[in-house]
């Protein structure tokens, strides 16, 4: 496959030339607004195609320039922002916690920017149901490559796969709408001339559903709420676990106290202790607590002993009178 030349872009799906970021601001604002009103249009376009969701496309391309906003400085410096933006938004928009839920999710209503469509002839429809029956992976790297027009060294880099892997998704995805559609005429021709022919037709279909993003300065406000929102609850949360563990040290009286080792436990198995050596406070209490025990139970030994020589003598002067002298 030798696509690797990128076709001549299209304003209503590609991204526009790098034009607006080679000139010099005096403002971060006033940079990050050229960005946004060059690219933020068509990346909407780009992911209804992906999802087939207006309302979540919006979303998805505000939130994606917000955490550009926030994060600008590596943006601004980095080799393409506008890609870097597009690879977040895609990121977003396919999470996978979005998947399983598809099927019970409500028809979608038109909100605010986001006008009503209109009606789709049956072979758009047909189209973004085939291209949205793809796996994402697979839906990806056509859109990058036949939707924006990246060559397939850039498409697979975006997607994160080898070049290889990045011709293998394209092929299998033309396979399928080729076999879903077969209005498209896909089947028989080279591969330039089926990128090119599904390059026209995504490119209609994106113009046939038009999704207005937000104002930049909107979106410029919602990111710096975020941050204010997001530096605050880290503080809250921090001063939070400060005054936890100051209330539960003022409420210990006397602190933290190990358990005092069991005397008869340590008598009774002095071997197993002599390997493991006790810390010396602990030994010294042990020590007194022993010493303290010893004249205890020496004096309970010899009571015992003068009580058994008692019941002893007793027992035998008992015995001397009953038994008869046979003399």
Known sequence: MSEQRRRRPDPTLDEPSNEPETKEFDRPSDAFDALYAAHAGSLVRQVVLLTGRARLARRAVARAFRVAWQRWPEVAADPDPPGWVRAAAYDWALAPWRGPFARWRPTERPGPGTPAPPPAAPADRALLAAVLALPAPYRRALLLHDGVGLGLHAT???????????????????????????????????????????????????????????????????????????????????????????????????????????????????????????????????????????????????ARKRTHKQHHRQHHHQRARLVPDLR
């Open 156 to 302: 697979a880099v975006e997607v994160e796969a080898s070049t290889a892997a990045a011709t293998g998704r394209l092929t299998h995805a033309r396979e399928c709408l080729a076999e879903e559609v077969p209005e498209l005429g896909l089947r028989g021709l080279p591969p330039d001339r089926q990128g090119a022919v599904l390059h026209a037709r995504l490119a209609a279909l994106a113009a046939a559903r038009p999704v207005a993003p937000p104002a930049a300065r909107e979106v410029r406000a919602g990111a710096e709420r975020c941050a204010r929102l997001t530096t605050r609850a880290g503080f809250g949360a921090a001063g939070l676990l400060a005054a936890t563990a100051l209330a539960v040290s003022l409420s210990a009286p006397d602190g933290h106290r190990p358990p005092r080792p069991a005397v008869a436990a340590a008598s009774s198995a002095p071997s197993a202790e002599a390997g493991h050596p006790a810390a010396p406070a602990a030994a010294f209490q042990q020590a007194r607590e022993q010493a303290r025990e010893r004249p205890r139970q020496q004096a309970s030994q010899r």
